[in-house]
């Protein structure tokens, strides 16, 4: 396996264009607000509306008392022939210290899920190196330490060299090489002893030798290396149909990783790309969206039961004499007290008479309370798939672009004036995933001063997405280029500017737990 990986390098490092990189830099650090109009309110005895003031301020505490930013993640977009030399360097740190075959320590990194300092904990704990791999449950012979003898083996009853690792179960290389083929198809990248409950494990070594054909080789190899990435903590395949890349990432923190093929997900939980709302609130969200617990509140809410046959009766205008809807049935009662409506014809009769008093009102606040949660979460819920709905609508609009890229070409417009226009439909979009996600984040948030703070943010935001919007869609064919690109730009650095401080806001807020939630 090294021999054949050590050819492999990581490509994209040599990709990364350095001067654009320090172009970028130079440029965020310029970044100024050049729209204050969007940025503050003045009234018209020109005072400053006090929310955006406080945003203000917030903003300036941000560039002025924080502490040092946090390093940087790091991602890296592995293919797949990628990962044979990532795997071979992770064994060739550990062969520094310990010196045995790279089948071994294969085996040793996977079982610690490819944390080296754990490991070597437990390496510097043991006695000495046979003491550290027997308690690991590691066969340290590797095919030449297989010692025979000739005898009966116990599986097919016929007489052979019989061979095993230092367990002494032996048994003929047929027996052998028919076992490995199995475990392989079963799907394993670590084969045990073959006797019933030996739990020795082989090292690659020996399993390399029991192969029958390139075929079972590959099989191993793509288990070896689907392992690798499952169980290593810093690496993550990507969820994207049919694209088998892998993220390497340098924090093994829940962040959003854009990979490749376009997609974008979280590294921690592979859910899409869901900033600022942690895992936990998402998948929470997740689950109420698909629940029909919801329907059942709004049921809840706006429906009671027929009091004779039962089926839930939904009250559609102001009158409370109801009629069962179930044509079997066909009561009639009153909505108020759920008595048999003839009663009430009576005279003398008093609707809440024949009903405790207590158990209405407690019955009254319980609808009202599921019916206010209710309104709540879809307040939250219709935001959250406007933004959903205008991100799956931004292919159209990528389409329309290049359309506009085209004519501009043919209008002499070289191709990197119209560039701009991709990089603000980038823009948009990152922007809407996040406003999708600030109203799930809002849902969980208990309203307290950040929250309020987060909120003003959370509306800049949306009125400048919106206003990028407008400009991509609605303003392309009225404005000549020049204009457009200088409006266009100079949103699209706005929206940057002000997802950041979002982002950076709730993000601060968690490290110093100012934020409250309901769940
Ligand atoms: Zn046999
Ligand atoms: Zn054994
Ligand atoms: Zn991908
Ligand atoms: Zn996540
Ligand atoms: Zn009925
Ligand atoms: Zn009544």
């Keep these: 396996m090294a021999s054949d990986s050590d050819e492999y390098s990581i490509p994209f490092e040599d990709d990364i264009d350095y001067d654009e990189v320090e172009e970028m830099e130079e440029e965020m650090e310029d970044l ?37 930013e946090p390093e940087e993640i790091k991602d890296e977009i592995l293919t797949l022939n990628d990962v044979p030399s990532v795997i071979v360097k992770y064994i060739s740190d550990i062969r520094e210290i310990i010196e045995v075959p790279d089948g071994i320590i294969r085996i040793l990194l996977q079982k610690f899920k490819w944390d080296k300092d754990p490991l070597l904990e437990r390496f510097y704990e043991a006695d000495d190196l046979y003491d550290f791999l027997r308690k690991q449950k590691i066969d340290p012979f590797t095919s030449s330490q297989w010692s025979g003898t000739e005898g009966e083996c116990e599986i097919c009853c016929e007489t052979f060299l019989l061979t095993g690792p230092s367990c002494n179960h032996k048994a003929c290389p047929t027996c052998w090489k028919f076992y490995i083929s199995e475990r392989i198809k079963e799907g394993n990248s670590e084969i045990e002893c073959m006797a019933s409950k030996c739990e020795l494990l082989l090292p690659d070594e020996q399993v390399l030798e029991y192969f029958n054909d390139k075929s079972e080789l590959d099989a ?15 690496m993550r395949w990507c969820p994207g149909v049919d694209c088998g890349r892998i993220v390497k990432s340098s924090s093994t923190d829940p962040h959003d990783v854009s990979c490749q093929c376009g997609t974008q997900f979280c590294f921690s939980c592979g859910n899409d790309g869901h900033s600022p709302v942690n895992c936990r609130h998402l998948k929470l969200w997740l689950k109420k969206c698909l629940d029909d617990s919801e329907t059942a509140n709004w049921i809840n809410a706006n429906t009671k039961d027929c009091p004779k046959c039962l089926v839930p009766i939904e009250k559609n205008g102001g009158c409370n004499y109801i009629r069962c809807r179930n044509p079997t049935c066909r009561h009639t009662f009153c909505w108020i007290c759920m008595k048999d409506w003839a009663i009430h014809t009576l005279g003398h009769f008093r609707c809440n008479i024949f009903v405790s008093p207590e158990e209405t009102a407690a019955a009254e606040l319980a609808r009202g309370q599921s019916r206010s949660f209710l309104q709540r979460y879809l307040f939250y819920f219709s935001r959250y798939q406007t933004h959903k709905h205008s991100l799956s609508l931004e292919k159209k609009l990528i389409e329309k672009m290049n359309k506009k890229i085209e004519e501009a070409q043919e209008y002499a417009m070289s191709w990197n004036d119209a560039q701009f226009l991709r990089d603000a439909v980038d823009s948009l979009s990152k922007s809407r995933r996040t406003m999708m996600y600030t109203y799930v984040f809002a849902f969980y948030l208990k309203r307290n001063n950040h929250a309020e703070i987060f909120e003003t943010n959370q509306r800049d935001l949306e009125m400048a997405t919106e206003q990028l919007s407008g400009y991509l869609e609605q303003d392309m064919d009225e404005e000549d280029p020049k204009t457009l690109k200088q409006k266009v730009q100079d949103k699209c650095r706005y929206i940057e500017h002000r997802r950041k401080v979002l982002m950076n806001h709730c993000s601060e807020g968690n490290e110093q737990e100012i934020w409250e939630f309901t769940q």
């Design 220 to 234: 191993y190899l793509g288990q070896v290396i689907n392992s690798f990435v499952q169980f290593n903590a810093q």
């Design 32 to 68: 100024t607000i050049s729209d204050d109009d969007d940025f503050e309110e003045v009234d018209e005895e020109g005072n400053v509306n006090p929310i955006n003031k406080n945003l203000y301020e917030e903003e300036l505490e941000f560039e002025t008392n924080s502490e040092p």
